[in-house]
């Protein structure tokens, strides 16, 4: 099945850590660059960061720089979402997925619509 699958997400207090994972079995990540967006209630679906091919370009929205890092392990064809001093408006769905359109040398965060094969998403709660 061509999907990502996400995991790794909880309930976690603020100033808290998770690390999300995305994996697949269809593909070999290592040939893509990745995104994690998160979606919360009420809210658009935003991009959280990406990550491209080589793992030498990286990219972060304002909110998250400094706290998150994004990573990939090909040995184990996974992408990582390293997330530190967690804040409640963390709060939302995290999901990873896969560039289809690229739009200049490095990954961009711009439009979800770039990106495809979305997995079900990892619920991340940041709660005290």
């Known amino acids: 099945q061509l999907q990502l699958v996400e995991s790794g997400g909880g309930l976690v207090q603020p100033g808290g850590s998770l690390r999300l994972s995305c994996t697949a079995s269809?593909?070999?990540?290592?040939?893509?660059?990745i995104g994690w967006f998160r979606h919360a209630p009420g809210k658009e679906r935003e991009g959280v960061s990406c990550?491209?091919?080589?793992?030498?370009?990286?990219n972060y929205i304002d909110s998250v720089k400094g706290r998150f890092t994004i990573s990939r392990d090909n040995a184990k064809n996974t992408v990582y979402l390293q997330m530190n001093s967690l804040k409640p408006e963390d709060t939302a769905v995290y999901y990873c997925?896969?560039?289809?359109?690229?739009?200049?040398?490095?990954?961009?965060?711009?439009?979800?619509?770039?990106?495809?094969?979305w997995g079900q998403g990892t619920q991340v709660t940041v709660s005290s």
């Open positions: 269809a593909f070999t990540l290592a040939y893509y660059a």
């Open positions: 997925a896969i560039r289809r359109v690229r739009r200049g040398p490095t990954c961009s965060l711009d439009s979800p619509l770039d990106y495809g094969y």
């Open positions: 990550i491209e091919t080589g793992a030498h370009s990286t």
